[in-house]
C-alpha cells in the first residue's frame, strides 16, 4: 500500500512514494517439529513464482523431494510432488511451463502435464559437500529470453582433491 501520513503520501527524495508491505498470507508446508534434532545444517528452501506470476512454487529440503505449487492469490495448494529434488535444494527457476530444480539431481519438471522432461544425477562431487557448500558453488540461472538455463557445479580435482567451477547451459 501507498505510505500515508496524515493522509499525504510519503515520497522519497526522487519523488516517488514510499509504500508499506504486509504478508498477505502464510502458508504451512510441512511440519516443522519434525525437523527438530536432526542436527546443525540449516534446511534450505526456494520459492520461484512463475513468469506469469499465476503459481508458486515453493520447496524445503526434505527426504521425498517435496514441492508444492500454490496459487499466489488464495494461497490455495494447487498441486504437490514429491521426487522433484533430491538432497539440498540449491535453486530453483521457471521456465515457460517448466520448473527447473537443482540438487544432488538435476529435474526439469512440466507442471501442466505433471511430468519429468528430464533428470539428470550429478556426479558424485555435490553429493559430498555440506548444504552450505553446495549453496556458496552451486548455481542456477533462467534467461527468459532465449528460453535457456544454466547451470554452475563444482569439479574436484582429481590430483588435488580441490573443487573448481564449471558452467553448462542447456
Known amino acids: 500500500k501507498t505510505r500515508k501520513r496524515d493522509g499525504v503520501v510519503v515520497?522519497?527524495?526522487?519523488?516517488?512514494?514510499?509504500?508499506?508491505?504486509?504478508?498477505?498470507?502464510?502458508?504451512?508446508?510441512?511440519?516443522p517439529e519434525l525437523l527438530d534434532g536432526l542436527g546443525n545444517d540449516p534446511t534450505s528452501g526456494y520459492v520461484a513464482f512463475s513468469e506469469d506470476g499465476s503459481v508458486l512454487a515453493a520447496a524445503c529440503d526434505n527426504e521425498d523431494g517435496l514441492l508444492h505449487?500454490?496459487?499466489?492469490d488464495?494461497?490455495?495448494?494447487?498441486?504437490?510432488?514429491?521426487?522433484?529434488?533430491?538432497?539440498?535444494?540449491?535453486?530453483?527457476?521457471?521456465?515457460?511451463?517448466?520448473?527447473?530444480?537443482?540438487?544432488?539431481?538435476?529435474?526439469?519438471?512440466?507442471?501442466?502435464s505433471e511430468e519429468f522432461r528430464f533428470a539428470i544425477?550429478?556426479?558424485?562431487?555435490?553429493?559430498?559437500?555440506?548444504s552450505n557448500q553446495k549453496q556458496e558453488m552451486m548455481h542456477l540461472a533462467v534467461d527468459q529470453r532465449s528460453r535457456t538455463f544454466a547451470v554452475a557445479l563444482?569439479?574436484?580435482?582429481?590430483?588435488?582433491?580441490?573443487?573448481?567451477l564449471w558452467a553448462a547451459s542447456c
Not at 11 to 31: I, P, Y
Not at 82 to 107: A, H, P, R, W, Y
Not at 121 to 130: H, I, Q, R, T, V
Open 74 to 112: 488464495s494461497g490455495v495448494e494447487r498441486l504437490s510432488h514429491t521426487g522433484l529434488f533430491e538432497g539440498t535444494i540449491v535453486g530453483m527457476e521457471f521456465l515457460g511451463q517448466d520448473l527447473i530444480v537443482l540438487s544432488n539431481k538435476l529435474f526439469v519438471f512440466d507442471i501442466v
Open 154 to 164: 563444482p569439479k574436484f580435482s582429481a590430483q588435488t582433491g580441490k573443487p573448481s
Open 121 to 130: 544425477k550429478l556426479a558424485k562431487s555435490p553429493s559430498s559437500l555440506s
Open 11 to 31: 515520497r522519497a527524495k526522487d519523488g516517488s512514494a514510499f509504500r508499506n508491505w504486509h504478508c498477505q498470507h502464510a502458508v504451512c508446508l510441512g511440519k
Open 69 to 72: 505449487i500454490l496459487d499466489p
